[in-house]
Each structure stands twice: as structure tokens, then as C-alpha cells.
């Protein structure tokens, strides 16, 4: 076996996870670790199962290429690659974090939720509670992306573009098939990123997201779907899951629904009712916020230390972090560094794990009481 051979297949989607596995096992004993990171952890990064582009194995290697800690692999609706994630946390010594991160019925907020004891997390996962939840979801999601990607035609002929995704497109730009909107986007820009940026219709991948796979007035249909997908719905489900629900990304909430600071800290309060337990402070899309002129990653800080401080009686919100890193062609994204290495370390320290572990632990008595 050579070390490009096993660097393929530790990624390869059309191997079964054993084998990805085989590979990893290969590489912790003949590679040695090449790149860097920003953080120690990363709390929010993707694989194939949802819209990523590396296999859970893939991504908890990458880590232990940058000699980071741990990292929590936060599929979109699905847990599929948790098992794998965790196996291959133990071949590598990384702290593998079980997570899911859910989209809901408002555009700019997806709960994510973590379980820090792995543990508990797999008795969860043998006991089918996700799947009652997480199946309906992908087949709605199924039906859903084949209307959106109907769409593409009569979408793209309105700014006078011409633009089609076909099968074969989809098995030559996407791993383990279109799961997500994120694939969509991935798929387009692709297949037509270069004459779509000359156009000035779009600068790149994450861009195109914005302004067409997730918008109602151009891509994005509507689920079909009977159960409530709320985020206040999501957030008591993880809480009687056992897990740490919490507000991914909320520059992009803000940026959606077009929110000032304090209307995002009056949707952090309502669902915190619900049992919200963090609130995800530091990310790579983080910027100097237009309303007051900080950095969003200290505004959001400020935000979630007002509400411990307003709501003394109650468990505190815990922050987290993450990447968001898809690793997908043209995303521009880095594991434990986000865009340009713009994560911060403080937010990414190895000991916000250890209070995670404390908080789900007296979260879980709380339930088996």
C-alpha cells in the first residue's frame, strides 16, 4: 500500500466505512502530521453523508493533520457517519464529538445540537430515536431537491443565463449523491462558476447559496413535511435526546432575516426557554458587524454573557465554535481555521470540551430524575 493510495481511500465515498477505516489505520502509523490550525477544536464541520466532501474518517484525520484535539462532524439532518466519526477518533486520538445540525421553517436559523458522551450518544442511536425524526426529514428532503433542481432552467433563463444539472452532473461533482441544498450549489458552481462570475451573477460557491439554492423566489422549494422542523421544536427534541441544542452560525441569521443585535438576542432569549444551551459565538463568517462597528465574534460574546447575566436563576449558555468547512471545491474554508485562518483561538480552546462534557452530564441527571 502507498500513502497516495490510502489518502484516496480514506475519502473514497464508494467504499463501505471498514475500508476507510483500514486506511486510517494505515496512515496514523506511516504518515506524519503536515498541516496547522488556528483552534485546538472545531465544533461544526461536514461530511459526505450530508454536503460535505470528505468522509467522516476523512475529516477526523484532517484533524489530527493539523494536530487539533477534537472535532464535532455536524451533518445536516442526518447521523449516518457518526459511528465511523467516533471509530476513527480513536485511531487518531482526536476527541470525536457526535453532533447534528438541523435546518428549520426560518431561513436563517439551523439548530445544531452536540452530545459530548459518546456514549450516550450511540444508546441513543441504537434505540432508533433520531431515525423517527431524521427519515421523514430525508425523504422530504429527497422530493424536495428534485423540484429545486427542476428549477434550474426557467430560474437561470430569467437572468438570461443558461444553466441544467443532470445525473451525470451530479456523479461528477458531488460525493454520495445530492442530500442537501448545499450540493446544488456545489453542482452549479462547478459546472458553471466561471461564466457565472463573469456574468456578475455570483463570485462564488458560498455566494451562489445565498443568492439562489436557498432563496424561495429562486431555487429553494418548500418541504413537504407533517412534523414541526422549528427551531423551537428542534431544540426540545435535543434536550430529550440528552444533547446540547444551540444557534449555529448566527451571522447568518442576522444577515437572512435581516436582524439588528437585538432582535437576535430576543430569539437567543425564546429559545433558551426551550433549553437552548449554546450559542455558536465564533465562526468564519464573522465580520465587523454594521450595526455597532465590533467584531461579530465579541458582539455575539457580549450577547450570550448579557443573557447569562440577565438570567442568574438558570444554567448559563455555553459557547461554541466552528468552521463550517464543507471542504467543497472553491468553498475557501479550513478545519479548526475557517476563511483566511479568521477563527479565533480563544473560542476554539480544548477546555470549552471538557465544560460541554459537564454540562450534558448535569443535563442528563436532570432527565433520569
Known amino acids: 500500500m502507498s500513502t497516495d493510495f490510502n489518502l484516496i481511500q480514506i475519502n473514497d465515498f464508494h467504499y463501505k466505512p471498514e475500508k476507510r477505516l483500514e486506511a486510517a489505520r494505515w496512515l496514523v502509523k506511516n504518515f506524519k502530521p503536515d498541516m496547522n490550525a488556528v483552534c485546538e477544536v472545531d465544533m461544526h464541520c461536514h461530511s459526505f453523508y450530508s454536503d460535505g466532501y470528505n468522509s467522516p474518517s476523512g475529516r477526523v484525520f484532517e484533524a489530527w493533520r493539523r494536530g487539533m484535539k477534537s472535532i464535532a462532524v455536524s451533518d445536516h439532518d442526518v447521523v449516518d457517519g457518526q459511528r465511523e466519526a467516533i471509530e476513527a ?70 437572468l438570461n443565463f443558461s444553466a441544467k444539472i443532470t445525473p451525470s452532473d451530479t456523479n461528477q461533482y458531488v460525493r454520495n449523491g445530492v442530500s442537501t441544498q448545499g450540493d446544488i450549489s456545489v453542482i452549479m458552481w462547478q459546472k458553471y462558476g466561471s461564466e457565472l462570475a463573469a456574468a456578475g451573477l455570483s463570485t462564488d460557491v458560498k455566494d451562489f447559496h445565498g443568492l439562489y439554492t436557498s432563496r424561495d423566489d429562486m431555487l429553494n422549494v418548500p418541504l413537504d413535511l407533517d412534523i414541526d422542523i422549528s427551531p423551537e421544536a428542534f431544540v426540545k427534541r435535543l434536550r430529550q435526546w440528552g444533547g446540547l441544542p444551540g444557534i449555529a452560525h448566527p451571522t447568518e441569521l442576522r444577515k437572512k432575516e435581516k436582524l439588528g443585535n437585538e432582535e437576535l438576542y430576543k430569539i437567543i432569549c425564546k429559545l433558551a426557554e426551550c433549553g437552548l444551551q449554546t450559542l455558536e459565538v465564533d465562526g468564519w463568517r464573522n465580520a465587523i458587524c454594521p450595526e455597532c462597528g465590533l467584531p461579530q465574534t465579541e458582539v455575539f460574546e457580549q450577547l450570550r454573557q448579557r443573557y447569562n447575566n440577565e438570567h442568574q436563576g438558570t444554567l448559563p449558555l455555553l459557547f461554541t465554535n466552528g468552521s463550517d468547512d464543507h471542504n467543497q471545491p472553491g468553498e475557501g474554508l479550513e478545519l479548526g481555521c475557517g476563511k483566511d485562518g479568521n477563527l479565533s483561538p480563544e473560542f476554539g480552546r480544548y477546555d470549552n470540551i471538557i465544560k460541554l462534557r459537564e454540562r450534558q452530564r448535569k443535563l442528563l441527571a436532570t432527565l433520569s430524575s
Not at 438541523?102 to 459530548?116: A, K, M, N, Q, V
Request: aromatic share 12%; hydrophobic share 45%; with cysteine.
Open 89 to 158: 477518533g480513536e485511531i487518531f486520538g482526536i476527541d470525536v464529538i457526535p453532533a447534528i445540525e438541523f435546518y428549520t421553517d426560518r431561513p436563517g436559523i439551523e439548530i445544531i445540537g452536540h452530545f459530548p458522551d459518546t456514549k450516550y450518544f450511540l444508546e441513543v442511536l441504537d434505540s432508533k430515536a433520531f431515525a423517527k425524526i431524521c427519515e421523514p426529514i430525508r425523504s422530504a428532503k429527497a422530493k424536495q431537491l428534485r423540484s429545486m433542481i427542476a428549477r434550474v432552467p426557467e430560474c437561470f433563463a430569467k
